[in-house]
């Protein structure tokens, strides 16, 4: 894969709770150089949209935890669409599922994708559910119509692996998100069915890509 392939496959992301709009400032300086998309916190997508227009412009939704309510979720996903947001990367209700409440898990991804007209990623996070767990989030996900699914949020221990996303693409092009940190990394979870990876190190990742 080259360099170009590749960066269009990242989603540089900046999503610290101590993130300022210089941050990212930063995050949209590098993704424009690049190549790739970015992923920001849902206060700054206004400023950020007209800031770099250009770049393909991620935000998150119920972050990090997915406990808030689904009517929230709803607003909230609108609420980034309105201003300028080209894609939703949203956490499931875990708690929910885990008590075995799919279709509720099911009806909070279904309000947030009628909601907007751009795509949802459904952030499942991964290390903190059971193997069974894992599909039923993907299922329903697919059920709810998402777009795709998303390891993790990367405020939970644990982040992305090759096992997840091997089982994930079975289901929905999956983005591969925490601690994936270099080229190597990257291409081990494109090789496993990864769609697009979510990280703070895009550059570093594209960096170690050939050229040609």
Known sequence: MNRADLAARIDHTVL????????????????????????????????????????LLATVVGFPH????TTAKREEAVDAWQAGADELDMVINVGRLKAGEDELVTEDISEVVAAVPIPVKVIIETSLLTEEEKHR???AAVEADAAFVKTATGFADGGATVEDVALMAEYLPVKASGGVGSYDEAVAMFEAGAERIGASSGVDIVAGAPEE
């Not at 997915?66 to 309510?69: F, P």
């Open 16 to 55: 610290g709770p101590e993130t300022t709009m210089a941050d990212v400032e930063a995050v949209l300086d590098d993704a424009d150089e690049w190549g790739m998309n970015a992923c920001i916190p849902p206060c700054y997508v206004g400023e950020a949209s007209e800031y770099a227009p250009d770049v």
């Open 66 to 69: 997915g406990q808030n309510t």
């Open 137 to 139: 989030a993907c299922e």
